[in-house]
């Protein structure tokens, strides 16, 4: 294995990473911000408030993404098995 294909298999690893992240991390954004907002224009300041609406959207997330995250973790772990074939 040379450099680049180290490069190449900690690229794609990290863009694996993004992807599968990506839907979950974004929910827990937009949630967090649109409670957020809530409490401003409510003056609530509890900061408890806003862990089990974003702990269920999460849920909701990944749920629905289940199918498609394993689908991308196989696909890249396929591509690994095979190019360990190669070496």
Do not use: H
Request: hydrophobic share 60%.
């Amino acid at each position: 294995m040379t450099e680049v294909d180290a490069i190449n298999l900690i690229r794609e690893g990290l863009i694996v990473t993004l992807k599968i992240a990506a839907p979950i991390l974004i929910t827990a954004l937009i949630v967090g911000l649109i409670i957020g907002i809530l409490q401003t224009t409510t003056s609530i300041q509890e900061p408890t408030i806003s862990f089990v609406p974003k702990l269920i959207a999460i849920f909701v997330v990944i749920v629905i993404f289940a199918s498609w995250m394993i689908k991308v973790m196989v696909t890249y772990t396929l591509e690994l098995f095979l190019m360990i074939e190669k070496i």
